[in-house]
Nanobody, 124 residues
Framework: VQLQASGGGLVQAGGSRRLACAAS????????MGWFRQAPGKERDFVAA???????AYADSLKGRFIVSRGNAKNTVYLQMNSLKPEDTAVYYC???????????????????WGQGTLVTVSS
């Protein structure tokens, strides 16, 4: 499985941005997908996840601002980010879980495949 994240860039505080993660493979609809982010000098943190059946989970601090969705016909998972803050600045990574795909996982260790990351910079 190959994952390609896109959509990063510079955005002003209060603005919105949608990230996309395109996956290779004909079985994308069976994967559980996750989004993580890593700010400079910090660990990689969980952002959101969506299971193969569409069940979702979010980091508590991001609930209500970020929305994860998937378009199985396009082999793509999305992360809609609203009301962005400077502290949302990070490299955002998508990841795929091809094992227990009906669950949503917050731990990086649960994901087998990772994209290259896309940088989101939020200016104040």
């Amino acid at each position: 499985v190959q994952l390609q994240a896109s959509g990063g860039g510079l955005v002003q505080a209060g603005g919105s941005r949608r990230l996309a993660c395109a996956a290779s493979g004909r079985t994308f609809s069976t994967y559980g997908m996750g989004w993580f982010r890593q700010a400079p000098g910090k660990e990689r943190d969980f952002v959101a996840a969506i299971s193969s059946s569409g069940r979702t989970a979010y980091a508590d601090s991001l609930k209500g601002r970020f929305i994860v969705s998937r378009g199985n016909a396009k082999n793509t998972v999305y992360l809609q980010m609203n009301s962005l803050k400077p502290e949302d600045t990070a490299v955002y990574y998508c990841a795929a879980n091809a094992i227990d795909t009906t669950a949503v996982f917050t731990a990086t260790t649960r994901y087998t495949y990772w994209g290259q990351g896309t940088l989101v910079t939020v200016s104040s």
